[in-house]
């Protein structure tokens, strides 16, 4: 599905990584960290309406949903799109982006349509 033409350049893929650290220097286990990201709220500090969410909103909540999910790899090119083309998508849309976690950014996103 075409959302149109945007203007500027996409993004490079990015792989996402949580860089967490403990005050005083450590840095925290993989348990500690894994915990930390299944809190993360992805829509936190985004405007409340997803429909008013531009790219960059849109690569901000992706790029958080990574860390939240443990998803690798993640190519945010595909994602290039307001916050209504976003709104536009499908299941389907969200599985051929995102094959092996497709479902759960979309059951994320719509929650925060049926919170609206």
């Excluded at 960290?33 to 309406?49: C, F, H, K, T, V």
């Excluded at 092996?100 to 979309?106: A, K």
Aim: hydrophobic share 30%; aromatic share 6%; net charge negative.
């Amino acid at each position: 599905m075409s959302v149109g033409n945007r203007e500027g350049t996409c993004q490079a893929t990015h792989q996402l990584r949580l860089a967490l650290s403990i005050p005083g220097g450590g840095e925290q286990s993989a348990d500690d960290s894994e915990d930390q990201a299944s809190n993360i709220n992805p829509a936190e500090g985004l405007p409340p309406d997803p429909r008013e969410w531009t790219a960059e909103h849109v690569a901000t909540w992706v790029e958080r949903c990574g860390q939240k999910y443990h998803i690798e790899n993640l190519d945010l090119r595909k994602f290039h799109m307001n916050g209504r083309g976003l709104c536009l998508m499908s299941l389907s849309g969200f599985n051929y982006r995102v094959p092996d976690r497709g479902e759960q950014l979309y059951l994320d996103f719509r929650s925060l349509l049926a919170n609206l």
